[in-house]
C-alpha cells in the first residue's frame, strides 16, 4: 500500500518562481489536507478539502493555492516563492474532515523539503 | 484559542528506562486527543485516539492516558527503536486540530 505519495521529495527555488507541489492518495480517503512543519513549531494547516469539489482555508493560506483534482488528487501551489515559505509540508487524509466528523486520524505522506534562497 | 504544549521538548533515556511524555491542551469541547509518532525524513505516523477523561490506550510499550487537562504517553523499557519525535493534537468544538511542537526522544542501548 502506498498511501499518501508526495512529489517531488527535495525542491530548492529562488525568490519569485513558482511551483506545484503534487499528492495522491490510495485509501479511498474523502478529506485532504496540507499542512507546514517548521523548526520549533506544531504543524500548521495551510488548506483542507473535505471532500472532491471544495477546498477551504486553513491557519496560514497566504501566498498558497490549492486545487482538489479529483478523490486522489491534492495540490499546492506556491505563485510566487518566498524565503518565509522554506518548510517541510506534508500533505495528509482521512476518511472525513476534522471538522465535520468526531475526527478519524491523518494519514501523511513523507513530506516535500522546500527551500526558496 | 485552542492550545497544545508538549513537555519536555527532548527527552534522552537509556534501554529499559521508563518515563512518560506530557501533552497539556487547552481546547473547548475536546473531540478527540490524538498522538503520532515521527521518525526521521518521515510523515507523522497515528498512535491513538483518545475521547474522554479517564480513557487509555496501548500498543506495545506505549501507554496514552487522557485527562480533562493533560494527556501522557507512558513508555515501558523503551527500546532505542522507539527513538522518534512525538506529537499530539487535539481537535475541538472549534473544529479545527492543533499540534504541538513534539517530543524528541532518544533511547540509548
Known amino acids: 500500500n502506498a498511501g499518501v505519495t508526495q512529489t517531488p521529495k527535495f525542491q530548492v527555488l529562488k525568490t519569485g518562481q513558482s511551483m506545484t507541489l503534487q499528492c495522491a492518495q490510495d485509501m479511498n480517503h474523502n478529506s485532504m489536507y496540507w499542512y507546514r512543519q517548521d523548526p520549533g513549531m506544531g504543524l500548521r494547516l495551510i488548506y483542507y478539502?473535505?471532500?472532491?469539489?471544495?477546498?477551504d482555508k486553513g491557519e496560514v493560506p497566504n501566498g498558497y493555492n490549492v486545487s482538489r483534482l479529483n478523490k486522489r488528487e491534492f495540490s499546492l501551489r506556491l505563485e510566487s516563492a518566498a524565503p518565509s515559505q522554506t518548510s517541510v509540508y506534508f500533505c495528509?487524509?482521512?476518511?472525513?474532515?476534522?471538522?465535520?466528523?468526531?475526527?478519524?486520524?491523518?494519514?501523511f505522506g513523507n513530506g516535500t523539503r522546500l527551500t526558496v534562497t | 484559542e485552542d492550545q497544545v504544549t508538549q513537555s519536555p521538548e527532548a527527552l534522552r533515556l537509556q534501554e529499559g528506562e521508563s518515563s512518560s511524555l506530557n501533552c497539556s491542551y487547552t481546547v473547548s469541547g475536546l473531540r478527540g486527543l490524538f498522538w503520532y509518532r515521527q521518525d526521521p525524513g518521515k510523515g507523522p505516523e497515528f498512535l491513538f485516539t483518545?475521547?474522554?477523561a479517564g480513557e487509555e490506550k496501548e500498543k506495545e510499550r506505549l501507554k496514552a492516558t487522557l485527562t480533562k487537562k493533560e494527556s501522557f504517553l507512558h513508555i515501558t523499557a523503551p527500546k532505542p527503536e522507539d527513538s522518534a519525535t512525538y506529537l499530539c493534537?487535539?481537535?475541538?468544538?472549534?473544529?479545527?486540530?492543533?499540534f504541538g511542537s513534539g517530543t524528541q526522544l532518544t533511547v540509548l542501548p
Open positions: 495528509a487524509s482521512s476518511e472525513e474532515a476534522v471538522v465535520f466528523a468526531q475526527g478519524s486520524p491523518l494519514h
Open positions: 483518545l475521547y474522554s
Open positions: 478539502s473535505a471532500s472532491e469539489g471544495t477546498t
Open positions: 493534537a487535539a481537535s475541538g468544538s472549534a473544529r479545527q486540530l492543533t
